[in-house]
């Protein structure tokens, strides 16, 4: 088993690893991340946001105002960073709702 992870498994057997801590895959990949995960609403939401922050951006630049600019640009990066800090929890209350549970380590079982 992977230290540093938690194993999951459903009731059909299938498993899934989520990494503790902070989420470079979801930080640097975010929606190709979810995609990966095969995670479908994580990745809606993930294109929503990145969407508004795009055309916010573009709003921004092109009244070429300074502190909206820097307000933008802040937000974005607030927003990559969440996406790192808060990957693996959203991923791990996703695979929750889809039935699956930890595995107590060395035993197989379900808990």
Not at 87 to 109: D, K, M
């Amino acid at each position: 088993m992977k230290s540093g992870a938690t194993l999951f498994a459903d009731a059909s057997g299938r498993y899934a690893y989520v990494s503790d801590g902070f989420s470079w895959p979801a930080f640097f990949f975010g929606p190709l991340w979810a995609v990966a995960k095969r995670r479908w609403w994580l990745l809606l939401s993930m294109l929503a946001m990145e969407l508004c922050l795009w055309f916010g951006s573009q709003y921004a630049t092109g009244l070429h105002i300074g502190p909206l600019m820097l307000l933008m640009m802040s937000a974005e990066l607030s927003y990559l960073l969440a996406r790192g800090w808060y990957g693996n929890r959203w991923l791990e209350a996703s695979l929750r709702n889809h039935g699956y549970a930890p595995v107590v380590p060395g035993t197989g079982v379900r808990y």
